[in-house]
């Protein structure tokens, strides 16, 4: 009986010690994934082409800040900006819009144009940390210079993300692939976070989005974008590296009566 007894306290022992095992390391797995999960970058960016720098509005960047503020938007890709142009009477859009929103703004020149200058833009919540433009090739049937505006962007977290704004030609689809190629080339060379928005006049399924873009998680969908009520898919919002983002939620942004193109959102997360 004794002998019954030591066997069958040996026994507990390892299943008590088995036990505890288990519960350690499903302790530290879920510690893991919670760390993981409270790691993890989330995000709603917005990429909007307001239309000959707000053309519709009478050139007043009101009728914007009102819309974007519903939205509340980290980061924003712009595209058809004036900088001080004749057409624009002189004013220095971004800016405006940027102190409306309470936003840090930078702008990209693609060309001067009336006496200023023309382009892309972005505003941010966040500090940058680096700005610049480069220009995108003009291969033969371009219609206009195209240039992507990058910047670097530390975030509360300490983590650094690249935010990126473009507007490809709506020449030929060779043109935007090759434009598509060199963006590729700008822009994929380590594993820090991007975010790429714009209008790349290119529908889904040329060789522009379907081909040259396959290295991107899609944060958007196919719906229509421009114009403002829309029937054409042309602009976009892309995350690099694809396996490390997703798509939380997306929108467009349809019948606003201020731009030719929707405003479309996105909340995003990265890994």
């Keep these: ?61 009101a009728p914007f800040a009102n819309l974007i503020r519903q939205y509340q938007p980290d980061f924003i890709a712009l595209q058809e900006l004036d900088y001080k142009t004749t057409r624009n009477t002189g004013i220095d859009f971004l800016t405006k819009l940027g102190a409306a929103l309470n936003m840090f703004p930078v702008f990209g020149r693609t060309i001067f144009y009336q006496g200023g200058e023309y382009g892309i833009a972005v505003l941010s919540k966040y500090p940058f940390l680096l700005v610049k433009t480069e220009p995108l090739p003009s291969p033969a049937g371009t219609k206009e210079q195209r240039a992507v505006l990058i910047t670097e962007i530390r975030l509360p977290s300490g983590q650094d993300i690249r935010f990126v704004s473009t507007h490809l030609d709506h020449s030929t689809d060779a043109v935007g692939s090759e434009m598509a190629r060199a963006l590729n080339n700008l822009l994929l060379k380590d594993d820090m976070p991007i975010i790429l928005g714009g209008d790349f006049n290119a529908r889904p399924e040329t060789g522009t989005i379907a081909n040259e873009m396959q290295s991107w998680k899609r944060f958007c969908n196919n719906d229509p974008t421009s114009p403002d009520n829309p029937t054409s898919k042309i602009d976009y919002l892309f995350g690099y590296p694809k396996e490390k983002c997703r798509t939380i939620s997306y929108q467009v942004i349809a019948r606003t009566g201020i731009s030719d193109h929707c405003p479309i959102v996105a909340e995003i997360e990265f890994q």
């Design 1 to 61: 009986m004794k002998e019954n007894k030591k066997i069958g306290n040996s026994i507990l022992s390892k299943f008590n010690k088995i036990s505890w095992l288990l519960f350690l390391l499903f302790f530290m797995l879920s510690f893991s994934e919670s760390k993981a999960q409270s790691n993890a970058i989330r995000l709603k960016v917005m990429s909007f082409n307001v239309c000959r720098s707000g053309e519709l509005t009478q050139y007043s960047v």
